[in-house]
């Protein structure tokens, strides 16, 4: 008689794990398997459970119920020392390095090479190197963590867990701060670890990243196992389908409408990041204007300038028909514009204060006259912002540090949105957000639109920008490389002007 065959046992199991938080049960009774050398993502929507499952596999958090085994024994992971000794490496949602250490000393740190007694320096830096040339990173390991830009502090963050010989790695949204090209080294790791037997679990929001890397899918909703996609079954409709419940059709609903008059009228503005290029253009009541472009192309740079983070050094700007070059934001804010910063976990939040106090906080600026923080006021702009962009929180009091990353990051928008502006600027305004979310935050830019505000808005994601824009402009270092009215959309032509393929006097014609 034929036995069926056995499935071969997991290199990682986790059964039953459930973890509550105060007012939160964060996950109920979640189990997931993980095989050598296979890369597994874990996906779901904001606040699904997915970065606590990973901190309690690595040992930052104890589970209240269930048990991990790892090769079939039960095991205790207590800490991330522990999780270390069993080759269990997370990397961190929010970075986790010393800024003013050099990259050899962050790689290194805690366990540094010894001899006779001493730090074996020249070691550290040999090692580091070999680490940094695996992730594709080539850089003196001497440079500042601090000084390098977020994506190359990822991928040193990277080389540091692949560092301690893991044999399981875990990758919280490693992708979400990394550029095209970043991404790409990323994906060649990953494919490189499994190669060697090395298993990775891989979680993000990027669909398109999950379908061309994981061999299997689990998925969370509300701190629950939704479903499991193998290999063949892994398709964007498919993940859609069990993460949220339902189908999303209809992910963009822009319908074109007459604009207004002209509300930001930029002439032959220059910014600091590039101060030999002259950029003009016009963001119309009601109009959605994109901002397409690479990596280092000066999209934050033009958005900051128009928003007076860093002033302009040449040229005209006029708001709603005023001259106006706004040296500071509180000038920008008083004209009626408000910007959503690309980087929100540096410049969006207070983490130590309460959902209500940073839902609140702009637009409170307002009302100070008086002296009095209005508690009224400030309850119902955290319940709208709550409410409209579904934040999932146990209350208003909730400290923000407890929120899942992308919960944050929809208070960081939703502050600005109560500000009513009349011109909204955004940078990459759903990075780190789940579908669900992101489609909210579609569904509002169109009603702002259609309530006369101007948005003008810089993504990197190809989709985002052809399902949103009525226009777009695009950016090629630091220049006005083109722009594409709604008929003339599409990706190629958006990327011939991006890489610089396409000149501006060529489309003039
Ligand atoms: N230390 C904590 N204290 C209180 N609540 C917490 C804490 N950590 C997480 N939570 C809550 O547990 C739930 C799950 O959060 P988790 O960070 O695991 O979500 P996630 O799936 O990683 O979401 P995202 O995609 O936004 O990163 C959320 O409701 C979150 O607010
Ligand atoms: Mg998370």
Known sequence: MLMAEAAPQPLLEARLLSKQFPGVRALRGVSLTLQ????LAVIGEN????????KILAGVQLPDAGEILVEGQPVRIATVRAAQQLGIALIHQELNLADNLDIGANIFLGREPRRCGFVDNARIHAEARTHLQRVGLDLPTETIVGTLPIG???????AKALSSQ?????????SSSLSQHETETLFRVVRDLRAQGISVIYISHRLGEVTALADRVVVLRDG??????AREAITHAAMVRLMVGRDLSQFYQRQPRPHGEPVLEVDRLRTPAHPRREISFQVCAGEIVGIAGLVGAGRTELLQTVFGVTPAVGGEMRVRGQTLRPRSPQAAIAAGMALAPEDRKQHGLILAMSVRENASLPSLRRDQRSGFLNREAEQTVARNTVEQLGVKTPGLEQTVQHLSGGNQQKIVLGKWLALKPRLLLLDEPT??????????????????????VAVLFASSEMEEVLGMADRVLVMHEGRLAGELARDQLNEE???SLAT???ARTELAK
């Open 47 to 54: 606040g699904a459970g997915k970065s606590t499952l990973m």
């Open 500 to 502: 610089g393929a396409t």
């Open 166 to 174: 893991a044999r399981v790695l875990i990758m919280d949204e490693p």
């Open 224 to 229: 629950e196992n939704a479903g499991e996609l």
């Open 493 to 495: 032509a958006v990327m």
């Open 152 to 158: 190359r502090q990822q991928l040193v963050e990277i």
């Open 431 to 452: 990075r780190g957000i789940d579908i669900g979310a992101k489609r909210e935050i579609y569904r509002l830019m169109d009603q702002l639109a259609s309530e006369g």
């Open 36 to 39: 050598r050398g296979e890369v």
